[in-house]
């Protein structure tokens, strides 16, 4: 069991800059991919960052590819992203994810444990 709770979110202007955190208890996270996906209202669930167990390999979508960066600290329990030049599309429920299984690491679908999540709103 992987018990997930993140931090960061909120208010912030089109171009501005927040960083989320995700901090992990219950179990050790480097045995975990881990995964920072977003979702609004009425859509589903997409992926914005996942970096593998060891640190050495992360994926983004177009969409947030050079403003985004996840990272992570298996010393500390953590997993943290990064968020640059926001913009209103932005705008989402961010939640973090562990993936305890091998494979399928962009589909919300694979992931074991989840996060409450925390908004983040980019006002235009």
């Known amino acids: 069991q992987v018990q997930l709770v993140e931090s960061g979110g909120g208010l912030v202007q089109a171009g501005g800059s927040l960083r989320l955190s995700c901090a992990a208890s219950?179990?050790?996270?480097?045995?975990?991919?881990m995964g920072w996906f977003r979702q609004t209202p009425g859509k589903e669930r997409e992926f914005v960052a996942v970096i593998d167990r060891s640190g050495d390999n992360t994926w983004y979508p177009d969409s947030v590819q050079g403003r985004f960066t996840i990272s992570r600290d298996n010393t500390k329990n953590l997993v943290d992203l990064q968020m640059n030049s926001l913009k209103p599309e932005d705008t989402a429920v961010y939640y973090c994810?562990?993936?305890?299984?091998?494979?399928?690491?962009?589909?919300?679908?694979?992931?074991?444990?989840w996060g409450r999540g925390t908004q983040v709103t980019v006002s235009s």
């Open positions: 994810a562990a993936n305890g299984g091998v494979g399928g690491l962009l589909h919300a679908h694979t992931y074991n444990y």
């Open positions: 219950g179990s050790t996270l480097s045995s975990y991919a």
